[in-house]
């Protein structure tokens, strides 16, 4: 699109790229389980990794994923991706109750639930350090949208020899590891045991979930770490690097590296 | 908290300053409406904000927010925030149904939701462009989080002449305006005719429909907007500047400016 550039004092207008942001509707089994802000494009992966890291199967397999087409065609029918598991997936609850529920419900339970289910990752072999600090460079060959728009997010993953093996975007950091996810739960690549995952920006609980639930040993971003993600990578035995950038890193879980 | 800290080659160990992040569950009249991911403090904002900006309140005043502390003494109960309009609101429909919709129910129709209910902003002057740019600078004065931490968003309100009234801070970008906002509308503030809101970071679809809900005139931010930012900018009479740095920021809407 042409944007108006306002610099030096004075105005010119100039071709500007935007990056696109459209809502998708994800469904399993035909309920509707998120509707997430989204970049299209890499939409299976995207709604297959989400429920995969959300809990939301179970340990059912996928059986196929598709766009929701059985209603007049529209543009939006692309914005309604169908997961299906034939029914093995549990049925979905909603996450919003209109019960009245005081203090029963509450994000902390929310959090538990997410993470109860998870069973503490298997020890692996820690990634060479200088290998995590080379990754971001690695992973930004995939990262076209960025250096184009400003305004996208990457994920990566990698294996501890360095070698970045899938990296996806998006306008949502957390789509672009569901994308990452999907993908590898579509090639029947997960647990992801002993490989790593790269992130841009900063490191919330939800991405520490998100690797924990995929097997990722190791979660490493180009920003800094909630409070919340170092505490839930230390429960899950996650390696946390934040601010890994060329030559350098700031390692949070484990508490304690052997010096 | 310690982290160990890898550069040039080498480990040592140095204290850091970590954001909190906690689950807040809101709570609209008793029926839990959100639970969202934020750094505690100005919680009662956060709340009401957040059901002001989506269209919860439908008019409603807000009597009252108060943590839900009818239950056992714990640190959770601090993590559920109630907003009360003595049932003068209407009671919120869960987003996510369990029913099977096929493509009856997109994030499409959401979006449109969300903008339908909401009129055209008024015509007002616009802001001059030296302001525009001279906000970031002003507007970190009480953005003290992120330079100790690097992983906060700040949000701030601002006047014509380039006041900052109220600056707020969150993990969440999103949040950050919901406080400002919600600040705005517990003082009788609201709508923000004339006024403009900060962001730091990036301006998604959400930022300009919550801008548009509080009736800010203008929104800047200091990174690039949306494709869908743009467009509901458009739609809303909203001026949308992004990339605002000291000297410099871009117009994407209105779409044309008087050169």
Redesign the interface.
């Known amino acids: 699109?042409?944007?108006?550039?306002?610099?030096?004092?004075a105005?010119?207008?100039r071709p500007?790229d935007?990056?696109?942001?459209?809502?998708?509707?994800i469904?399993l089994d035909?309920?509707?389980?998120?509707?997430?802000?989204r970049t299209p494009g890499n939409d299976y992966e995207l709604a297959a990794g989400f429920c995969f890291s959300d809990g939301l199967l179970d340990g059912a397999a996928v059986k196929g994923v598709r766009y929701?087409a059985?209603?007049a065609a529209?543009e939006?029918?692309f914005?309604?991706v169908t997961v299906e598991t034939g029914g093995k997936a549990p049925?979905?609850?909603?996450?919003?109750?209109?019960?009245?529920?005081?203090?029963?419900?509450?994000?902390?339970d929310?959090?538990e639930a997410l993470c109860d289910r998870l069973e503490r990752l298997p020890a692996t072999p820690p990634i060479d350090?200088?290998v995590l600090?080379s990754i971001p460079n690695a992973a930004s060959g995939g990262q076209g949208l960025f250096s184009t728009?400003?305004?996208v997010h990457g994920a990566a993953a990698f294996t501890p020899a360095g070698e970045v093996l899938i990296t996806r975007e998006d306008?949502g950091r957390h789509n672009a590891v569901d994308k990452v996810v999907g993908r590898m739960l579509l090639d029947g690549q997960l647990p992801a045991t002993g490989l790593g995952l790269f992130v841009s920006g900063?490191a919330?609980?939800?991405l520490v979930q998100k690797a924990w639930a995929a097997g990722f040993g190791t979660l490493i971003a180009v920003?800094?770490?909630?409070?919340?993600?170092?505490q839930t990578a230390r429960r899950a035995g996650l390696m946390l690097a934040g601010?890994v950038r060329d030559?350098?890193?700031?390692?949070?879980a484990p508490?304690?590296?052997p010096?």
């Open positions: 699109m042409l944007v108006t550039v306002y610099e030096d004092g105005l010119r207008r500007d935007v990056i696109v942001e459209e809502p998708m509707t469904q035909g309920n509707i389980v998120s509707t997430t802000m929701c059985d209603g529209s939006s029918q914005n309604v049925v979905p609850t909603p996450r919003l109750g209109t019960t009245t529920s005081s203090c029963g419900l509450c994000g902390n929310a959090i350090l200088d600090t728009t400003g305004a306008v900063r919330s609980f939800e920003s800094a770490p909630t409070a919340l993600a170092v601010f030559e350098r890193l700031n390692i949070y508490e304690r590296m010096l």
